[in-house]
């Protein structure tokens, strides 16, 4: 079974400073990981994911993350915040459940606040 | 393109009571998989159904079910609510249902049970 911590729950920090969300998580068996992020009264946009290949991945609106097996993490950063980053992120690793089907299994999210 | 929509958007029911929700997904996706989102939580998977079969079930009581139609939608079924069912209902819709592929999510369908 997969697991996913997310290691910060609120993350304040002020407009065009760098950030980094921390994730890590538990698996058995081989995973691909996704950073989802949500806006008030919103569903889930796609930010980046890691399939395979390079482990330092690029997303969208500047955001960045490395995945790192030997320590099992998938950190989020990325080097100056907008005021428009201020929103829910959430961590999810994909794996298999019972009959194949796809799962992700999200943390408990990071609310990120960007002040001016 | 239209992306994956949600119905209704939000609703009240008492407790007790049977609610149906449904979900629209993007053309050509043939998996749907509905989430439930208590308040301050990540989202938790209940159902994912492929090609109008389902194919995984999380670990929510048989209150819960689930069905997908000829065209891809999909409907939620709660039966019974509890006060504990008031959540944010997301459905994500991706085109094969495999592990590594992109689900789209839907604006959600808030859920609040009295």
């Known amino acids: 079974a997969q697991s996913v911590t997310q290691l910060d729950s609120q993350v304040p920090v002020f407009e065009e400073a760098p950030v980094e969300l921390r994730c890590n998580y538990s698996s058995s068996v081989s995973v691909y990981l996704f950073w989802y992020v949500q806006y008030p009264n919103q569903g889930l946009q796609l930010l980046l994911k890691?399939?395979?290949?390079?482990?330092l991945v690029k997303g969208i609106n500047g955001f960045e993350a490395e995945f790192n097996k030997s320590q099992t993490s998938f950190h989020l950063r990325k080097p100056s915040v907008h005021i428009s980053d201020t929103a829910e992120y959430f961590c999810a690793v994909s794996g298999p459940s019972q009959g194949g089907s796809e799962k992700l299994v999200f943390g408990k999210g990071t609310k990120l606040t960007v002040n001016p | 393109d239209a992306g994956v929509t949600q119905s209704p958007t939000h609703l009240i029911k008492t407790r007790g009571q049977h609610v149906t929700l449904r979900c629209s997904p993007i053309?050509?996706?043939?998996?749907v998989s509905w989430y439930q989102q208590v308040l301050g939580q990540g989202p938790q998977f209940i159902f994912q159904?492929?090609?109008?079969?389902?194919?995984g079930r999380g670990n929510f009581p048989d209150r819960f079910s689930a069905r997908q139609f000829p065209n891809y939608s999909s409907e939620l079924n709660v039966n019974a609510l509890l006060l504990g069912d008031s959540a944010l209902y997301l459905c994500?819709?991706?085109?094969?249902?495999?592990?590594?592929?992109?689900?789209?999510f839907g604006q959600g369908t808030r859920l609040t049970v009295v």
């Open positions: 994500a819709s991706s085109f094969y249902g495999a592990l590594n592929t992109e689900a789209f």
């Open positions: 053309s050509g996706h043939k998996s």
């Open positions: 159904y492929y090609e109008k079969e389902e194919r």
């Open positions: 890691y399939l395979s290949g390079s482990t």
